[in-house]
């Protein structure tokens, strides 16, 4: 199974652009590239999906290069609530869904 | 409003007596997954559900049952929990399994 890799950590201050990169080196071609944002005890939630070139959506923007190797999370102007984990699914497994370990991101103030 | 709902959302249980954790969508979604979350592991899956009456196993099966009878619920049964169990768990539901996935608020369980 395809595998996702992402910095285990990040820290940044409120109000700079934050971008978390993950690589999906084995993605195969019907895979979309779809990110996650986690609170503390609460369930994953959709930030933004794309399948190439780059997405944006009212939270975030997603870019993928030609090969797809890679996708780029960037989030504009962080501030301290957006405080969590980050999860990069490529792989789907089948019909499986196989979440990474995820990038803490710390925001200070 | 969109919403998957678990119930109930923290259960204190003793190994052996059975359990189920309900899972209820509102969305007419055709694929529903039960994950646990584990400090150190991540979130993994347990089994999934194409559709009505079609279940197969996750990553981390053993231990646990799903049934699908209707649609919309997808419970999650514990028939002899044990200690290894106590976990935090969540429902999901999509349109299908490269759609983007609804998760429920958790399930808190502690099996002593």
């Known amino acids: 199974l395809a595998k996702t890799t992402q910095p285990i950590s990040m820290d940044s201050y409120e109000g700079q652009e934050v971008n978390i990169t993950c690589s999906h080196n084995?993605?195969?071609?019907?895979?979309?590239i779809t990110w996650y944002q986690q609170f503390p005890s609460q369930g994953p939630r959709f930030i933004i999906q794309g399948y190439k070139t780059k997405v944006t959506n009212e939270v975030a923007s997603l870019f993928i290069p030609a090969d797809r190797k890679s996708s780029t999370l960037s989030l504009p102007r962080v501030s301290l609530s957006d405080t969590a984990v980050y999860y990069c699914?490529?792989?789907?497994?089948?019909?499986?869904?196989?979440f990474g370990a995820g990038t803490r991101l710390f925001v200070k103030a | 409003e969109a919403q998957v709902t678990q119930n109930p959302r923290y259960l204190i249980t003793v190994t052996g007596k059975k359990l189920t954790v309900t899972c209820s969508q509102n969305m007419n979604h055709e694929y529903m997954s039960w994950y646990r979350q584990d400090p150190g592991l991540g979130l993994r899956q347990i089994y999934y559900s194409m559709n009505v009456e079609v279940t197969d196993k996750g990553d981390v099966p053993e231990g646990y049952k799903v049934s699908r009878k209707e649609k919309r619920n997808f419970p999650l049964i514990l028939e002899s929990p044990s200690p290894n169990q106590t976990s935090l768990y969540f429902c999901?539901?999509?349109?299908?399994?490269?759609?983007?996935?609804?998760f429920g608020d958790g399930t808190r369980l502690s099996i002593l």
């Open positions: 084995n993605i195969a071609t019907n895979d979309y």
């Open positions: 699914l490529s792989d789907t497994g089948g019909f499986k869904t196989i």
């Open positions: 999901a539901s999509s349109f299908g399994v490269r759609q983007p996935q609804h």
